[in-house]
């Protein structure tokens, strides 16, 4: 079956597709396995880097090499993946989030979700936004927030770094540039786990019908806000994206606008705060390292590449093969579901070598594929580098002689297939 460029085909329930000798033993979707993917990842590279995984069906893509190339074509590999989960525009979802979803705008695919020339249409009214200059001006307020936030608990030696920081730096960001008040920070943060968890494909129909509420409730509170930034342009990103005119493209509609905003709050908040704490806890694993940062801040810029590559907080994305393919010698059918692994091609021997150590001052850290290549790269990344270089170099000043508490176990990773972050950080440091 071939499809050329415009319809996406279908693909069908995923179907386990036979042995494929010992990597079936792992199954992607195994929360041991998605907390810890090391030895599976190392085992695709090597042995099988495109694998079709006999438990699920999906293909999936690991190599360094393969992934960039996936990446890089986007007329064979669609990112309208929204079919093969509940919610895309076309997916058939259970009744009862269907009853849900009609009280809220239809879910269109914008950028994440689109593919060129829509995704270039949504992509070049948002870029402005998201500019360097835009995010450069964000500079002060970015570190006076991360000055707040850690004035908030230095005097008393410990904290719970995700909740007390991680989450609230990032979502506070993106928080003020959409123009939401801080009283309403506790609602837009349960907004964004309602898309985490709907994006995460792995939710039951309860769980997806909370999500949806929490989903509908936000289009409701953003129709508003949309409409007032139309007609009273700010300062910020929320009134740039409202207003992007660009000649010859027609502006985005309401349903857009929201999609985008979607968008824009689960890409800016779980991974920003997933990077922050798997980085604490990277540098207090290797306190050579730490030292090393403390002595020299400057290195900062480059540890943050180094933590990004090897946490990788994206750590799988969807794809849709839309034509047959044959990627790195296996046969590939249109309409094949494809999991692309950052988090493999970024410890691939190959390019990073002695792929597993933290090397904060790692001559090729930045060539990562953490925000992704291709027409896709990641919007917020220029943002995420500044509020993780702010939030590093502050930590570092600020919380000596950084510890975890006695008695604190390995941190855990609540299961979701593409973004791979930690349930909590507590730490202990000597107080200010
Ligand atoms: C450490 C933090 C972040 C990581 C690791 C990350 C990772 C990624 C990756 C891997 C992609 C590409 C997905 C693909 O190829 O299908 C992506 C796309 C995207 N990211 Fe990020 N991201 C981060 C922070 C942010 C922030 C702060 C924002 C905005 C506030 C953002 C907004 C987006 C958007 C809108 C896209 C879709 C772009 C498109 O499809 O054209 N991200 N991100």
């Given at each position: 079956m071939s499809s050329s460029s415009g319809e996406v085909p279908t693909p069908g329930p995923l179907q386990p597709v036979g042995d494929a000798g010992e990597?079936?033993?792992?199954?992607?979707?195994d929360p041991a396995i998605l907390a810890q993917p090391w030895e599976y990842n190392d085992r695709l590279v090597a042995e099988a880097p495109v694998h079709r995984e006999p438990n699920t069906g999906l293909i999936l893509v690991s190599s360094y090499e393969l992934v960039n190339q996936v990446l890089n074509d986007y007329e064979t590999f669609s990112n309208r993946f929204m079919l093969m989960m509940g919610g895309g525009t076309k997916a058939k979802v259970p009744s009862a989030v269907a009853e849900v979803m009609k009280g809220g705008y239809p879910p269109v695919d914008t950028m994440l979700t689109a593919d060129p020339p829509e995704q270039r249409r949504f992509r070049s009214l948002v870029n402005k936004g998201f500019s360097l200059r835009r995010v450069g001006a964000l500079a002060p307020r970015i570190e006076a927030l991360v000055g707040e936030l850690i004035d908030g608990f230095a005097q008393e030696g410990r904290v719970e770094l995700r909740s007390q920081f991680a989450v609230p730096l990032p979502l506070t960001v993106i928080a003020e540039q959409l123009g939401v008040p801080r009283e309403d920070l506790a609602k837009f943060k349960q907004w964004s786990d309602g898309f985490v968890a709907q994006l995460g494909g792995m939710a039951s129909t309860e769980e997806q019908v909370e999500a949806w509420k929490r989903i509908v409730e936000f289009q409701r509170y953003f129709e508003k806000v949309l409409k007032d930034r139309a007609e009273n342009p700010r300062a910020d990103i929320l009134s740039a994206v409202v207003n992007a005119r660009v000649e010859g493209e027609a502006s985005l509609d309401t349903a857009e606008c929201l999609s985008i905003l979607q968008q824009l709050l689960v890409a800016g908040n779980e991974t920003t705060a997933s990077a922050i704490c798997q980085g604490v806890h990277l540098l207090m694993e290797n306190p050579d390292q730490l030292a090393r940062l403390r002595e020299n801040p400057d290195g900062i810029p480059n540890a943050v590449e180094e933590i990004l590559r090897l946490t990788t907080p994206t750590a799988n994305m969807w794809r849709v093969c839309i034509r047959d393919t044959v990627l790195g010698g296996v046969e590939i059918a249109a309409g094949s579901a494809m999991l692309v692994r950052f988090s493999a091609a970024n410890r691939d021997p190959a390019v990073f070598p002695d792929p597993h150590a933290f090397d904060a001052g790692r001559a090729n850290a930045h060539d990562h594929l953490a925000f992704g290549a291709g027409v896709h790269f990641c919007l917020g990344a220029q943002l995420a580098r500044m509020e993780m270089t702010k939030a590093f170099e502050a930590l570092l000043e600020r919380l000596p002689n950084l510890r975890a508490p006695d008695g604190s176990g390995p941190p855990v990773y609540p299961p979701n297939i593409l973004l791979r972050g930690m349930a909590a950080l507590p730490l202990e440091f000597d107080p200010a």
């Open positions: 990597l079936s033993r792992f199954n992607p979707f």
